[in-house]
């Protein structure tokens, strides 16, 4: 039987490492090899213009630069998301890095690869943050064509 494609969105936050680690406990960790799900993890790297969002004279001579960050960001991404699945004994997961805004990438990653699941970490901005930035959650979760999962991260109750 075919295992149905479980795509989840990971970027260098606290939030997205969580919602990995989430996935893999509560589908993964049991018996990996008995997962109804196949693992892909995307990391969205933004182009280095996006990235600063700025233009004009100048903006040349910044982007080589901003563009070394954010492939040492991704790099980074994917070290952590494969130390998250091997420390889970989880080891048949495919990576992608592909450029461009989180809510399209992953998307779609939904489309291309028929996932049926899309899982995404929860950023607990506050209201005037999520209005200004567009949460990727809310995005995915209108515009997936499959089951959108938005992992928690518990607040630490003090």
């Not at 075919?2 to 406990?25: F, I, P, Q, R």
């Not at 996932?115 to 990727?136: F, T």
Request: aromatic content about 6%; glycine content about 6%.
């Amino acid at each position: 039987m075919e295992k149905s494609v479980m795509v989840v969105g990971l970027d260098d936050s606290e939030h997205s490492y969580y919602a990995l680690e989430w996935t893999l406990e509560h589908f993964f960790s049991k018996s990996p090899e008995n997962s109804p799900f196949k693992l892909l993890i995307v990391h969205a790297k933004p182009s280095a213009a996006s990235a600063i969002g700025l233009a004009g004279p100048g903006a040349a001579d910044v982007l080589p630069y901003v563009d070394i960050d954010l492939k040492k960001i991704a790099a980074r991404v994917q070290e952590k998301a494969k130390e998250t699945c091997t420390a889970k004994s989880v080891n048949d997961v495919t990576l992608e890095v592909v450029e461009g805004d989180a809510r399209n990438v992953l998307c779609e990653a939904v489309e291309k690869h028929h996932a049926s699941v899309l899982v995404v970490g929860s950023h607990g901005y506050g209201a005037i943050k999520r209005a200004v930035l567009g949460s990727v959650s809310d995005y995915c979760a209108h515009h997936a064509h499959c089951t959108v999962m938005i992992v928690k991260k518990p607040k630490i109750k003090h």
